[in-house]
């Protein structure tokens, strides 16, 4: 059985919300996730959902990326897909979202800022229930997707492999990243985990 994650497509992620965390064409990856998703029995969203009081928002970009002493969260970032505003929206060209499968909300807290949508924790000790409602339905293949390859789509995918009876696959065409170093490097992480780094949906076997 085979699942699409839709990780984060959301407009705080794309040049829809240039104020937030703007990823170079984030905008432009709905049809290539729709696309995944025609393979698939099951089709889940993950979103971020921040509150604005977050302990890691800072007020400019200049002040972005310092670590912090928190136990889950190790960044500062500008505030960004917050509940209620455009930037917490999915991108144009997505299904509402009660037409998905399954939706893992994440990032909540305001002293949590997890990366992967299997966890709340960075220790991977609060599940999101992600791992369990796949393997309660069957799922031993994933296609992942979205945004944004270094960061969320990464972490998610590494979770799904470390959790152990998935075979796990990403997606490029339906992924956008934050860097071009740090994407290779991310895409490298994963294959070197096990994980199936694909350039398109036309190399994923059938």
Known sequence: MLASIDVDPQKTFSPLC?????????????????????LAAFRILTKDA????????????????????????????VSHAVPG???????????????????????????MHPYGACFHDFAGKLSTGLIEWLKVKGVSRVL???????????????????????DVWVNLSACRGIAPDTTAQACQEMRDAGIHVIDSISEFPA
Do not use: R
């Open 18 to 38: 240039p104020n937030e965390l703007p990823v170079t064409e984030g905008d432009q990856i709905a049809e290539a996730l729709n696309n995944q998703a025609k």
């Open 50 to 77: 921040h509150p604005a009081n977050a302990v890691w928002v800072v007020d400019s970009h200049s002040d972005m990326l310092k670590p912090l002493d928190y136990d889950n969260a190790d960044l500062t970032w």
């Open 85 to 111: 505003t455009e930037g917490f929206e999915t991108i144009p060209g997505l299904p509402e979202i009660t037409e998905y499968d399954h939706v893992i909300w994440k990032g909540i807290e305001p002293d």
């Open 144 to 166: 992942v997707g979205g945004l944004a390859t270094d960061y969320c789509v990464k972490t998610t995918a590494l979770q799904l492999c470390q959790a152990g009876g998935f």
